[in-house]
């Protein structure tokens, strides 16, 4: 406007090239503006984090979501770090604070990798290894996680092109990472028996026992991480050979043969252009793990001294220079397969001369002769161990290889293959379905119920569904007095059984175990929730009542520490905290630093201790950053009955017990059960979970798979392959946090979490979804209304609009609805057509498939999905139409649900912020998405810039531009 013609302003715009330059200066001008108003918010941001976990205010609580944000906030500054795994350490022991380490697991192991990888110390990491010896389930999950990241970031793909993401760096580490997991899960903490004998005598407190074993622990993962160096440099394998590789459409016959520079190292073949001495290159590399290791038969042998190791995806054939040589390679290759994991680094490198080649090959043939006897030189607890992580990997593995095997099959060949498959496959002693926390209740698989395995048909994946037989309450197998318990969660089982000193390692005779019957009764803990306890005649008898040279420390620290609170610190004669070397007097911290503090020789850091209050709090600070404590709700059944169709996934269906009683658990939200017949019907084909695991149940005890011992139950999975699901992990762990959200806001807003678990970069694990089916599928059905849609499919299934049951039915849709109506939006979840949408018989809806998510659509700028989420004339008809009591429930709900999810908003753009951190996501990658742009949409979609008496009509205002959207359909 300043300008009095246009032939001035034309002047303007060319000067800067084009018109879009011209934006990009002012946009420029205002992002200045913008940064110092970002940083100042980052800092107050900091400031706050801070004071919620060091503060005095606190209450007792190591909030974890919090504490990985200030690691992340801090990830300049490795001595904040460090401080941060260091204090978290103490407080792992405590139940709540491992859930949120195992909720927030997916950002710490993306934080090792990427972060970590530049640092001069491997804090993180020991971090990790630090916790795994507290679990082996974490171990684990930290396992599978690194699998994929190898994967990612190897140098060529399994069918032999080269792999853009090829990162040596992170490989490597991920690779030494894999290892040290597996030799922290066998060697555990050495002092760990000295130590508990030590507290059972009284010689040591708990306190004491507590600080001893994590430092234990603590210098256990130091070990491992500062002599990886030396180690690997120590111990090399490797030469020059021939070979030809895996093309799959040739299968090495049209291949030429190369030379090539291969060593042998942390269970991998790697494959070098020249030798590392002359500044090799990485080519590609091969796990051994469950590698099949041969000399080539005689058959497709065309030269001599030829062998060849292939595993599922790759195919390496080699030639060496004479029988000698192929014999030295096929045992360092094997030995290494079998038992480098926890041996590292045996096999010395072959820089072999004429003088001295038939010295090295004796001590080559010595050492590999001496690789069968690593694992029988390992006590009776380091063996338990080592054999049950390695069965455990491979029980999962050989589910995985199923799928991917029937995926080359014909379809119809499908269905009757897989049963037998199923019933084919060897279960080991003692695995377990892995869709869990560590604090979860344990339950064995033991046997597959293979007649009832389903396969789905896709273009390019098989996805299976299995059914497994699993026992919880088993008698334990090493001696502690024949314990037996049907509430012992994965980790606390795990430790009694394998955390044993190896004197203890000793079976239950049976002439013992004649007096140990035990009954079976119900009591009720504080909380009001129902527990089964295996035991005899009252709770003084229970086996964990008794102190014995074989009792343990309990795993789980119940909060003894906080309970003391402030009574346990130094006071002065005012009863005023004592001033030390890391307060100075008026700082507000908390119970929990300052016993820190006060066992460790630790320095709080001065971006922490700058930050820690010295008055009330600013309450101005307090209204711009509002950053609420979020307990991630866990899955469970409420006492309330109001809250068990809103908040609760409890277990659902039938289980017998050991004297061969069934118990079903149902759900009473208010639909009665000639409703729930008909739903069932529809939906289910005439058979829900409950009478379905009954059945199965009942099957099994007549054919005698299932005895009195323990407690039964069935137990669904669907297994995949082909398919990536680690974005679809990140998904369900945002649609987690944010009903965890609405709980704490006390919404009624109902969201499904189910179980998804990553295996590797193409393999994983579903929670399989009970009584529920796609809309599509309900649809096509053959009952269904012809007219009407879902509104008449809820008349005929719940009864009349005035009966209880319909109004519960729709009570339950409308909740479910807002719950993902909010969850769609926020993350930006597209593909929803009717086949990624299910609905159970209770009426609620359930939302699956996240490949697309953080705005990611399929047609990309051209997708059709245009609306806010998916609200259709068809789901407003179930809810009465938009005047209904109903419809105007649900804009109540969702106004409240966005505010609380906005007001909450820093924790959840922080998950997100890790998880883009140099992301191979598909929602987080390439031109359209990658950088900050689905970092910076997402807090757009926040309304973080809009003032707070707006967002209500805002919220609104979504409902109107997705009622009848086109993009909805």
């Known amino acids: 406007p300043s300008y009095a013609n246009a032939e001035h302003t034309s002047h303007l715009i060319r000067g800067c090239n084009t018109y879009n330059n011209l934006l990009k200066f002012i946009s420029s001008f205002y992002f200045k503006m913008d940064s110092s108003e970002a940083l100042r918010r980052k800092d107050e941001f900091k400031s706050k984090l801070v004071n919620d976990v060091f503060g005095k205010d606190n209450k007792g609580r190591v909030p974890m979501d919090k504490v990985m944000m200030l690691i992340w906030q801090f990830r300049d500054d490795p001595s904040v770090v460090q401080f941060m795994a260091h204090f978290v350490t103490k407080y792992a022991g405590r139940r709540d604070v491992f ?134 440099e120590a111990g090399m394998f490797g030469g020059n050979l021939l070979y030809k590789r895996l093309v799959r459409t040739s299968r090495c016959s049209r291949k030429m043969w190369k030379t090539r520079y291969f060593t042998v190292s ?131 593995r050989n589910l995985t290889n199923i799928a991917e095997t029937l995926r080359f099959q014909e379809r119809d060949a499908r269905k009757v293959l897989a049963p037998k498959m199923v019933a084919e496959m060897t279960i080991p002693s003692c695995v377990y379905i892995p869709l869990c926390n560590s604090s979860h209740i344990w339950r ?140 100075e007097r008026g700082t507000k911290a908390n119970p929990q630093l300052r016993n820190f503090m006060k066992e460790n020789f630790v320095r709080i850091p001065s971006k922490i201790k700058a930050r820690l209050p010295m008055r009330p709090k600013s309450k101005k600070m307090m209204t711009q950053m509002p950053i609420q404590n979020v ?18 996934d409890g277990l659902h269906g039938s289980i017998m017990l050991s004297d061969g009683e069934v118990l079903r658990q149902m759900e009473n939200d208010g639909i009665d059960e000639e409703s729930l017949s008909r739903a069932t019907a529809f939906i289910c084909g005439g058979e829900d979970w409950a009478k379905r695991s009954e059945r199965l149940l009942r099957e099994g005890s007549e054919a005698k798979v299932i005895d009195n011992e323990a407690s039964t139950e069935v137990s669904a999975l669907m297994v995949k392959s082909n398919d990536d699901l680690r974005q679809e992990v990140f998904v369900m762990q945002m649609i987690h946090y944010y009903k965890s959200v609405f709980a704490k806001a006390s919404l009624p807003i109902w969201l499904k979490t189910y179980r998804i678990l990553s295996l590797s970069k193409d393999t994983g694990l579903i929670e399989y979804l009970i009584d529920s089916t796609s809309i599509d599928s309900l649809k096509k059905s053959d009952n269904f209304p012809k007219e009407g849609g879902l509104r008449a499919y809820f008349e005929m299934i719940y009864g009349a609009p005035d009966t209880k049951s319909f109004k519960a039915a729709q009570r339950n849709f409308m909740l479910s609805l807002v719950g993902y109506s909010l969850v769609m939006y926020l993350l930006g979840l597209k593909d929803r057509h009717n086949g990624n949408i299910m609905i159970d018989v209770r009426g609620r809806l359930i939302f699956i498939d996240f490949g697309f998510a953080m705005g990611m659509a399929p047609g990309h700028e051209f997708s059709f999905e245009r609306a806010p989420f998916k609200l259709t004339q068809d789901y407003i008809d179930v809810m009465g139409g938009k005047g209904s009591d109903c419809f105007k429930e649900f804009k109540r709900l969702f106004a409240a649900g966005f505010e609380a999810a906005r007001a909450n908003s820093q924790i959840a753009v922080g998950l997100v912020e890790i998880m883009m951190y140099k992301s191979n996501y598909p929602c987080f990658s390439g031109p359209r998405y990658g950088g900050d742009k689905a ?35």
């Open 444 to 583: 064995r698989a033991y046997a597959a119920i293979a007649s009832n395995t389903r396969v789905f048909n896709t273009n390019e994946r098989c996805p299976v569904v299995m059914y497994f037989l699993t026992r919880r309450g088993e008698r334990m197998q090493y001696a502690r007095g024949g314990m037996k318990d049907v509430n012992l969660d994965v980790a606390e089982y795990l430790h009694l059984q394998y955390e044993v000193p190896d004197a203890a390692m000793t079976p239950i005779l049976e002439e013992d175990s004649d007096n140990l019957s035990l009954g079976c009764f119900e009591v009720v803990d504080e909380d009001g929730l129902e527990r089964v306890i295996e035991s005899s005649s009252s709770l003084d008898d229970h086996p964990m009542k008794h102190t014995s040279h074989h009792s343990s420390v309990a795993l789980w620290d119940e909060g003894e520490e906080e309970k003391k609170g402030e009574d346990a610190l130094d006071r002065d004669g005012d009863g005023q905290l004592k001033e030390s070397p890391s307060f």
């Open 631 to 648: 307990p991630i709700l866990e899955n469970h059944i409420e006492d309330d009955e109001e809250s068990k169709s809103v908040l609760s």
């Open 99 to 232: 859930d949120g380490i195992e909720f927030y697991l997916p950002q710490l192991a993306h934080m090792i990798i990427h972060l970590e990888a530049n640092w001069d110390d491997a804090i993180l990491e020991r971090f990790a290894l630090i916790i795994a010896q507290h679990s082996l389930h974490f171990a684990l999950q930290l396992n599978w996680i690194l699998l994929g990241a190898i994967e990612d970031y190897q140098p060529e793909m399994p069918n032999g092109d080269v792999n853009e993401s090829f990162n040596p760096l992170y490989y490597t580490r991920c690779i030494k990472l894999l290892g040290n997991i597996e030799r922290c899960v066998v060697y555990g903490t050495p002092r760990k028996h000295e130590l508990q004998r030590l507290y059972e005598k009284g010689q040591i407190t708990k306190a004491e026992y507590d600080t001893m074993e994590q430092a234990d622990r603590r210098f256990n993962a130091e070990q491992l991480t500062n002599n990886q160096k030396q180690l690997l």
């Open 266 to 396: 942390e269970r991998m073949l790697y494959c070098y252009n020249i030798p590392l001495s002359a500044g090799g290159r990485l080519i590609r590399a091969m796990p051994l793990e469950g590698a099949v290791i041969m000399k080539t038969p005689a058959s497709d042998a065309k030269y001599h001294f030829m062998f060849e190791v292939h595993n599922l995806n790759y195919f390496f054939r080699m030639r060496a220079a004479n029988v000698e040589e192929m014999t030295q390679w096929i045992q360092a290759l094997e030995g290494e397969r079998d038992s480098h994991t926890l041996y590292p680094y045996q096999i010395g490198a072959p820089n072999r001369s004429n003088d001295d080649k038939k010295k090295e090959d004796s001590e080559a043939a010595a050492k590999s002769g001496s690789q069968s006897q690593l694992i029988k030189d390992l006590t009776p607890a380091q063996k338990a161990r080592y054999d049950f992580f390695k069965n455990e990997r491979e029980f999962n």
């Open 935 to 969: 970092l910076i949409n997402f807090q757009n979609r926040l309304m973080l810039r809009t003032p707070d008496k707006d967002i209500r009509k805002r919220a609104l205002g979504l409902i109107e531009d997705s009622i009848e959207s086109y993009g909805t359909w």
